[in-house]
């Protein structure tokens, strides 16, 4: 035997009854007035918080907060400038489109001036009287079809 410790060593394959421990019984203690049943009062709260204990922070975690800090800054101030980038790109194609509205509208109104402007009966009285022109007669015109294309090439001359 080991000196002053008593050791109980059975022999064998046969396990006796463990004996049963005594059942304890939990004191529940009256909660203080203001707190509910198994909420912790704000002494026990403010006492687990300081048990808790901040990281240390060493070179290399600060480090690697600065460079992540870092980062973010120029990808938020690169966005903010793509954002922006864009903002005047819309602003512009918004300016041109306008342009280009009233640009068209000045040419319609002109077309239709020009148009109105021209007598189709005096163009007419000049290429016959003074021109010396001539209606076609019925064999000389000829017909026909472009078949979806919007020009025609002439590759020999037409036959009379």
């Known amino acids: 035997m080991v000196s002053g ?13 463990a004996e ?11 909660a203080p007035q203001g707190t509910r049943r198994g909420q912790p009062n704000r002494h026990r709260r403010a006492h687990s918080r300081r048990q808790v204990k901040a990281a240390p922070m060493n070179v290399g ?9 870092a980062v973010t800054c120029v990808v938020l101030i690169s966005y903010i400038g793509l954002q922006s ?4 790109h819309i602003n512009n194609i918004s300016k ?13 109104e ?6 109105s402007s021209v007598d ?7 290429a ?11 064999g000389q015109v000829i017909t026909y079809s472009g078949e979806g294309s919007d020009y025609v090439r002439q590759y020999s001359d037409i036959p009379e």
């Open 20 to 30: 049963a421990a005594p059942v304890r019984r939990e004191v529940r203690r009256p």
């Open 120 to 126: 189709l009966e005096e163009i007419k009285r000049i």
């Open 85 to 88: 980038a864009i903002t005047g």
């Open 61 to 69: 975690y600060i480090a690697v907060v600065i460079c992540a800090l």
């Open 96 to 108: 041109l489109e306008s342009e280009l509205n009233d640009l068209r509208l000045s040419n319609d």
């Open 5 to 17: 410790m008593d050791y109980n060593y059975i022999d064998g394959s046969a396990v006796r009854k």
């Open 110 to 115: 002109l077309y239709m001036k020009i148009m």
């Open 128 to 138: 016959v009287n003074e021109l010396g022109m001539k209606y076609a007669k019925e």
